[in-house]
């Protein structure tokens, strides 16, 4: 099955969103990709995503990501589900079938996310700035060139 690289970039910001609900912050709202302040090595930026945050709680994460590849196909992808280290589906319009979220001391998260196989296809953690206006997301992607680290920068919409 092919693997689109942006998509899994988004994939990893959703659940980066959702990592800051056990802090006094909250990734609730929606966010745009800031393509210039965001990095993807090797792999072809997307030419847009869009991220709803519904859920940001220390026990649970709800978020909705759209978003169009470099190539211009669009892509969705959607988790509502508990953030408890334990692998639960993940709805995506691309490769990924399941995905485990943790909390980290900082109220972020991390993630792993899993093809329908069963293997590794992205690991990755988030962060929300101090101001609550911008999410970074960091991760790597296991595709058909092999490893490739990224940075997806996304800036609050009012």
């Given at each position: 099955?092919?693997?689109?690289?942006?998509?899994?970039?988004?994939?990893?910001?959703?659940?980066?969103?959702?990592?800051?609900?056990?802090?006094?912050?909250?990734?609730?709202?929606?966010?745009?990709?800031?393509?210039?302040?965001s990095?993807?090595?090797?792999?072809?930026?997307?030419?847009?995503?869009?991220?709803?945050?519904?859920?940001?709680?220390?026990?649970?994460?709800?978020?909705?990501?759209?978003?169009?590849?470099?190539?211009?196909?669009?892509?969705?992808?959607?988790y509502?589900?508990?953030?408890?280290?334990?692998?639960?589906?993940?709805a995506?319009?691309?490769?990924?079938?399941?995905?485990a979220?943790?909390?980290?001391?900082?109220?972020?998260v991390?993630?792993?996310?899993?093809?329908k196989?069963?293997?590794?296809?992205e690991?990755?953690s988030?962060h929300?700035?101090?101001?609550?206006t911008?999410?970074?997301?960091?991760?790597?992607?296991?595709?058909?060139?092999?490893?490739?680290?990224?940075?997806?920068?996304?800036?609050?919409?009012?």
């Amino acid at each position: 099955m092919r693997r689109r690289f942006p998509t899994l970039i988004c994939w990893l910001t959703l659940c980066a969103v959702a990592g800051f609900a056990a802090t006094e912050r909250s990734a609730v709202g929606t966010w745009k990709l800031d393509p210039a302040k965001s990095s993807y090595a090797n792999m072809p930026a997307p030419k847009y995503e869009q991220l709803v945050v519904k859920t940001d709680e220390p026990g649970a994460l709800k978020w909705t990501l759209l978003g169009a590849a470099s190539n211009g196909v669009s892509y969705t992808s959607s988790y509502d589900g508990p953030v408890d280290g334990q692998y639960h589906p993940i709805a995506s319009s691309e490769a990924a079938d399941t995905i485990a979220y943790t909390r980290m001391a900082n109220g972020g998260v991390k993630w792993t996310m899993k093809d329908k196989a069963g293997k590794v296809m992205e690991t990755g953690s988030s962060h929300l700035s101090a101001d609550g206006t911008t999410l970074t997301v960091k991760g790597t992607v296991e595709g058909l060139k092999g490893k490739s680290d990224f940075v997806s920068v996304f800036t609050r919409m009012p």
